[in-house]
């Protein structure tokens, strides 16, 4: 299976895909075949998303998509949790199959009795709370500071490191999801929170979301599963 991923939103999140869903395939025994489309700009997205530009956005996506599809990519995934607000209408347009970080979060929670969730991200992933994806798990956010929040995490992306006071801020505020909310484990719902909470103990439980990501990804590169069973299928005329 060859795996597509549009990356450079950010730098460090690409790099973050590559590396793990590199370590993952080869952990298994295999290798991958991956190919990565760089977005040219990451503000673009960012203007897109903060001012709910989804089929402005989704048209962005397509000159990527359709250079994964041209170097043989048999379907593609998106390197942002942010960058999947406008999914419906990327999936709509899309000239290959879209493999979703939003939809194995649900099963994954369920998978390991987690009710509560506690969410950190960008602003439109804590305000929508993963965008209403979750059936079977409740998600919360702190709603005071999500502007304070999101704009740390939109200075830590498009910077590509983390300042050890937006570390600090980000630890925090999962331990009053924790504390004060009940959340029975941070969700990193932004890929770029790898950059704040890599080799930290923070005392409670992190989930990174790109994780269950790539394990997805890792299943379909190694053959444990078929790409119809975890993909959404391109809806435009003549993508095959």
């Known amino acids: 299976m060859h795996i597509g991923l549009i990356g450079g939103i950010g730098v460090a999140a690409t790099v973050v895909y590559y590396q793990r869903l590199t370590a993952e395939v080869a952990r298994r025994g295999g290798a991958v075949n991956l190919t990565i489309a760089h977005t040219p700009d990451i503000n673009v997205l960012i203007r ?42 990327t999936r709509a347009v899309s000239s290959l199959p879209l493999v979703s970080a939003v939809a194995p979060l649900d ?3 369920g998978r390991e009795g987690i009710r509560r969730v506690g969410l950190l991200g ?6 929508t709370r993963l965008y209403g994806q979750l059936r079977r798990t409740e998600a919360v956010a702190l709603d005071a ?3 304070t929040l999101g704009q740390a995490y939109q200075e830590m992306a498009v910077a590509g490191t983390c300042t050890t006071e937006q570390r600090r801020l980000f630890i925090d505020a999962g331990r009053r999801l924790v504390d004060d909310l009940g959340a029975e484990a941070i969700v990193l719902a932004g890929t770029d ?48």
Do not use: K, W
């Open 145 to 147: 500071e999500i502007e």
């Open 48 to 89: 897109n998303n903060l001012s709910d530009r989804r089929a402005e956005q989704a048209e962005e996506y397509m000159p990527l998509i359709d250079r994964l599809r041209a170097a043989g990519a048999d379907c593609v995934a998106i390197t942002s949790l942010g960058g999947h607000f406008c999914y419906d209408e």
């Open 122 to 127: 960008t602003r439109v992933v804590m305000r």
């Open 193 to 240: 929170l790898n950059l704040a909470f890599d080799g930290q103990d923070p005392g409670y439980r992190v989930i990174d979301a790109l994780d269950v990501h790539v394990g997805v990804l890792a299943d379909l590169a190694t053959g444990r599963c078929r790409l119809e069973d975890v993909a959404d299928m391109p809806t435009a005329p003549g993508a095959f």
């Open 107 to 109: 099963d994954f929670f």
